[in-house]
């Protein structure tokens, strides 16, 4: 499965953004689907996912109240709503897939196969 990222771009603080994810080569509504994150310096952190069966989500705990993951399996897309942005939201966002994650794998980006490139989110003023 290839994935394409896209929707970044340079807000303000406290403005919003959607990231998407759309996926080709395979059925998307089977796969797990994560968003993680890297700011420069920084390991790459989880921010979010939702899982293929059930559609159950996880959120890291900085991001939870103010970013929504969801997924249209006929457009094949999976989307990261981002509200209320902060400075420490900065980094380029990365999606990831893979089959068969069991619930408490969500988190780790190593139970991902599959990546897209990444897309810049900057918040400043």
């Known amino acids: 499965v290839q994935l394409q990222a896209s929707g970044g771009g340079l807000v303000q603080p406290g403005a919003s953004l959607r990231l998407s994810c759309a996926a080709s080569?395979?059925?998307?509504?089977?796969?797990?689907t994560g968003w993680f994150r890297q700011a420069p310096g920084k390991e790459r952190e989880f921010v979010a996912a939702?899982?293929?069966?059930?559609?159950?989500?996880a959120y890291a705990d900085s991001v939870k109240g103010r970013f929504t993951v969801s997924r249209d399996n006929v457009k094949n897309t999976v989307y990261l709503q981002m509200n209320s942005l902060e400075p420490e939201d900065t980094a380029v966002y990365y999606c990831?897939?893979?089959?068969?994650?069991?619930?408490?794998?969500?988190?780790?980006?190593?139970?991902?196969?599959?990546w897209g490139q990444g897309t810049q989110v900057t918040v400043s003023s």
């Open positions: 939702i899982r293929w069966r059930g559609g159950s989500t």
């Open positions: 080569g395979s059925t998307f509504g089977a796969y797990t």
């Open positions: 990831a897939a893979s089959q068969g994650i069991i619930i408490t794998a969500m988190r780790n980006p190593t139970s991902y196969a599959y």
